[in-house]
T-cell receptor, first 112, second 116 residues
Framework: QQQVKQSPQSLIVQKGGISIINCAYE??????FPWYQQFPGKGPALLIA?????SEKKEGRFTISFNKSAKQFSLHIMDSQPGDSATYFC???????????FGKGTSLLVTP | NAGVMQNPRHLVRRRGQEARLRCSPM?????VYWYRQLPEEGLKFMVY????????ESGMPKERFSAEFPKEGPSILRIQQVVRGDSAAYFC??????????????FGPGTRLLVL
């Protein structure tokens, strides 16, 4: 069963626009929510992560918003650039655990 | 500092053959995790190993799949008698201590297995 559901499957954004990717989870015991970025032919690389004790975390142009009651979290990419074109995965796990539960991924294309 | 290395990057096997996927963790990392990504799916955890020990293989199919991480050399994911449904990308990740919210898993580039 898919423990983390991610949408949209693909996304096209113009340069300078905002990219928004959403994820929802079922297991209320999850307490660590990372986002991974994957370029073609490469492995996923950690982009940004959040714990449920905060509702938002920002690092540069990347922001995670977290809604614990709705069991949802999202990634916002501000001022999207062509170099941001990649596949983005949300994931969830236990803070003390190691098995990451990934969403299916979102293929982002930022057009010039 | 080289990242996680996986080889081969692409592997083609016929049904019934064996597939061996190798993973060399980052220098200083003694914890290895294998994930499988089926087409149009997210990565799914398979197994967690430390040197010479399997810690958690709860995500590994019960038959035909095995993993090891010997004292010397890379971690090996072995798939016996491959079937077409084994076609997927297999990713290895490593960490210096048990990965959790405070420690990142570093992923390799993956091995794309195609079973004909």
């Amino acid at each position: 069963q898919q423990q983390v559901k991610q949408s949209p499957q693909s996304l096209i954004v113009q340069k300078g626009g905002i990219s928004i990717i959403n994820c929802a989870y079922e297991n209320t015991a999850f307490d660590y929510f990372p986002w991974y970025q994957q370029f073609p032919g490469k492995g996923p690389a950690l982009l940004i992560a959040i714990r449920p004790d905060v509702s938002e975390k920002k690092e540069g142009r990347f922001t995670i918003s977290f809604n614990k009651s709705a069991k949802q979290f999202s990634l916002h990419i501000m001022d999207s650039q062509p170099g941001d074109s990649a596949t983005y995965f949300c994931a969830a796990s236990h803070l003390s655990g190691y098995a990451l539960n990934f969403g299916k991924g979102t293929s982002l294309l930022v057009t010039p | 500092n080289a990242g996680v290395m996986q080889n081969p990057r692409h592997l083609v096997r016929r049904r019934g053959q064996e597939a061996r996927l190798r993973c060399s963790p980052m220098k200083g990392h003694s914890h290895v995790y294998w994930y499988r990504q089926l087409p149009e799916e997210g990565l799914k955890f398979m197994v967690y190993l430390q040197k010479e020990n399997i810690i958690d293989e709860s995500g590994m199919p019960k038959e035909r799949f095995s993993a090891e991480f010997p004292k010397e050399g890379p971690s090996i994911l072995r798939i016996q008698q491959v079937v077409r449904g084994d076609s997927a990308a297999y990713f290895c990740a490593s960490s210096p201590i048990p990965a959790g919210g405070l420690e990142t898993q570093y992923f390799g580039p993956g091995t794309r297995l195609l079973v004909l």
